[in-house]
């Protein structure tokens, strides 16, 4: 049996958890550089507001309900995600971690899940404080389908028998069911089925799904009638390329700032690459216009090199980038996102040396650890390449960012 | 800042192996006794005098661990009427109130006390003042 474990609202949960005021109040949470709105409380949703509607659209909306907004606080988000994983992976004998808010949990050799399963739910949100909901189901789709069920059904819901399951999918819209995207809705409609439950879903033959929707589809089907098919810890261990891209607060129209920007990127990419234990084989460097404004000419260049070396030196790394971003720019632009990837993945042990390098990065990889040390005591950014610029005028707007009450001394809460 | 730097400068040992090597059991660290449970941990500071005769004082930080359900007599952290208050909580018949040095805050009919977490101890930083400089300015002071 599968649990699938999902915070209800997260980001809006964990910015309400810090300010008990708002509870009852429509909260909403933009997407980095003040967007989108990316999480809704409950009562924000009953304002009409929707998934991804961009800040400037729904101005109104927020000033006629009075909805509380956040920029997104990734910082503290990520903390409260680590209390939640913590505290679940405590009552599952295996957790994975699926997002930053979900986590499948195996109950091999649990007994009573009607009694067991409401208990995790009240211990994690006792102790972190954050709501969640957890769906049981004999396969990780239906798992999924659980846990919607369990959104509205008092936080949780099991699916352990077949009687249970039947019931469950027959009252199950498909555009709710985990791996149903957009397209293979579109193809199910036009195909004039009359299809609108999982129920009626499941009931096609395996080589209709095996035919219509790849593999993929076959393995739904199987998972929908019980089988466990759905793999996610092979996808998760394969890291195939990591990336950091932001967009910009406003325009970027010089080279320097450009090159002040990719360097934070490409040093926090380093960083990331080395908290897993990997070296990139090759970089790429892109950037964007805003393809929005019809006005402005419309530039999109990007780059891949290979380095002499796998690397995960904040100095390689960023010595690249930069050369990268500065011949990619062009006079005239103006940029409003640029990003480095990272790409061909090894591990740090399996490192090749090349014929033509003398193998000088123990030097480096001395400092990078060095970096890594002092950042992690005295907070990221604390020592860091001098090219990274220091009013970094091109950093994200985040109007409405909250505090770092988890995790910086001067931003915990005062208690009168 | 309670945070552990878990790598030592390296050590060449250019004479002989220390016997104690043999026993190492890893430094005392202050955390293990004030945090029970790292991931249901949080930190609040104290802003008034209100709990001076319970020992906390103003600019102390609160340990709070949140697993916990407050008895009669807990010192918790508690939000109402649109504030965090750190008091002791009192549970006599079926209606809790919040109890400071000079007051007592109840709730009124419709009202929730939001218990945020239990307060299981404090810190506080011990010296006078012109002693406080350097690296010593860190030591349990925001």
Redesign the interface.
């Known amino acids: 049996m599968f649990a699938l474990c999902d915070c209800n609202n997260f980001y809006a949960s964990a910015e309400r958890l810090f300010r ?2 708002l ?1 009852g109040v429509p909260v909403v949470v933009l997407s980095n550089n003040d967007g989108c709105v990316i999480a809704r409380s409950e009562e924000a949703k009953l304002c009409g507001i929707k998934m991804g509607d961009p800040e400037f659209l729904v101005r109104d909306q927020i000033k006629k309900y009075d909805i509380k907004v956040f920029s997104s606080n990734y910082v503290l988000y990520g903390d409260m995600s ?2 939640v994983m ?2 679940l992976s405590r009552w599952f004998p295996r957790l994975d971690v699926y997002s930053i808010d979900e986590a499948f949990g195996r109950l091999d050799g649990v007994q009573d899940l009607h009694n067991y399963i409401p208990k995790v739910r009240a ?1 994690v949100v ?4 954050i709501p969640v909901s957890i769906g049981v189901g004999p396969t990780k789709t239906l798992a999924k389908l659980a846990n919607k069920i369990a959104k509205k059904n008092g936080g949780t819901y099991i699916l352990d028998t077949p009687d249970s399951i039947t019931k469950a999918v027959n009252s199950f819209p498909i555009d709710d069911l985990w791996g149903i995207g957009r397209q293979y809705l579109k193809k199910i409609n036009d195909l004039k089925l009359d299809i609108k439950t999982v129920g009626q879903l499941r009931e096609l033959p395996e080589m209709w799904f095996k035919k219509n929707m790849t593999v993929q589809g076959q393995r739904m089907w199987n998972e929908l009638w019980g089988r466990p098919a759905i793999n996610i810890e092979d996808q998760l261990d394969s890291k195939k390329a990591i990336t950091v891209s932001r967009s910009f607060r406003n325009y970027i129209t010089e080279p320097d700032m450009l090159s002040e920007a990719v360097t934070t990127y490409a040093s926090r990419l380093a960083e990331k690459l080395r908290r897993e234990g990997l070296r990139c084989t090759y970089l790429q460097v892109f950037m964007y216009t805003n393809e929005h404004r019809e006005d402005h000419p419309q530039h999109f260049p990007t780059q891949t090199v290979k380095m002499a070396m796998a690397t995960n030196t904040t100095h390689d790394l960023v010595k690249t980038a930069t050369v990268i971003a500065r011949k990619l720019f062009k006079q005239g632009m103006k940029y409003r996102k640029a990003g480095v990837i990272a790409k061909v993945l090894m591990p740090e042990s399996e490192l090749q040396l090349n014929m033509f390098n003398h193998h000088d990065e123990g030097k480096l990889d001395k400092i990078s650890a060095v970096l890594d ?1 002092v950042n ?2 005295y907070g990221r950014g604390t020592v860091r390449m001098a090219s990274e610029g220091y009013k970094k005028a091109w950093r994200l707007k985040h109007e409405w960012l909250s505090k770092g ?2 995790t910086r ?2 931003d ?5 | 800042m309670i945070r552990v730097l878990q790598q030592r400068a390296e050590q060449k040992i250019m004479g002989f192996q220390s016997p104690a090597n043999d026993y190492l059991e890893g430094r005392l660290n202050i955390a293990d006794i004030l945090v029970i449970d790292p991931h249901c941990t949080y930190y609040f500071q104290m802003d008034s005098a209100a709990m001076k005769n319970y020992g906390i004082r103003s600019g102390d930080i609160l340990v709070i661990d949140k697993s916990l359900t407050p008895i009669d007599g807990t010192i918790v952290v508690a939000f109402i009427h649109g504030c965090y208050y750190c008091r002791v909580y009192e549970l006599q018949g079926n209606k809790p109130a919040l109890v400071g040095e000079e007051d007592r805050i109840e709730t009124t009919d419709g009202e929730v006390l939001q218990i945020w977490g239990v307060v299981t101890s404090i810190c506080r930083n011990m010296l006078p003042a012109p002693l406080r400089k350097g690296k010593y300015k860190r030591v349990c002071t925001l």
């Open positions: 008990p005021e509870c680590e209390r913590e505290n211990s006792q102790n972190t404080g040390h992690l005591a009450y988890t001394w001067h915990i809460i005062k208690a009168k």
